[in-house]
């Protein structure tokens, strides 16, 4: 079962950076085997994909946070990152790490970190 641990979350005014990371365990379970992705969810809203890094690298993005958000992985340290720059207040919300082995439908999620984005 693959575990995995958001951090990096907080309050930072609207044209402000915040990087989140997200950590896997154990690590028998190497990240660069996973596709890996941040999703997010507001109030009042549906969870919706941010970005995503796939096993072989690639990045895709919403088009939403295109130019302002980036998603990379650290392999060695079974690390996967999001660096937010220019935030505004619309970032506003819970950012969760997704995870998915290629060979296998199993998905897997972490808890969830806060991210509120201030005038």
């Known amino acids: 079962q693959v575990q995995l641990v958001e951090s990096g979350g907080g309050l930072v005014q609207a044209g402000g950076s915040l990087r989140v990371s997200c950590a896997a365990s154990?690590?028998?379970?190497?990240?660069?085997?996973?596709?890996m992705a941040w999703y997010r969810q507001a109030p009042g809203k549906q969870r919706e994909r941010v970005a995503i890094?796939?096993?072989?690298?690639?990045?895709n993005y919403a088009d939403s946070v295109k130019g302002r958000f980036t998603i990379s992985r650290d392999n060695a340290k079974n690390l996967v990152h999001l660096q937010m720059n220019s935030l505004k207040l619309e970032d506003t919300a819970v950012y969760y790490c997704?995870?998915?082995?290629?060979?296998?439908?199993?998905?897997?999620w972490g808890q969830g970190t806060q991210v509120t984005v201030s005038s």
């Open positions: 997704w995870s998915k082995f290629a060979y296998s439908p199993a998905e897997y």
């Open positions: 154990p690590r028998i379970f190497s990240i660069n085997a996973m596709d």
């Open positions: 890094i796939a096993s072989g690298g690639s990045t």
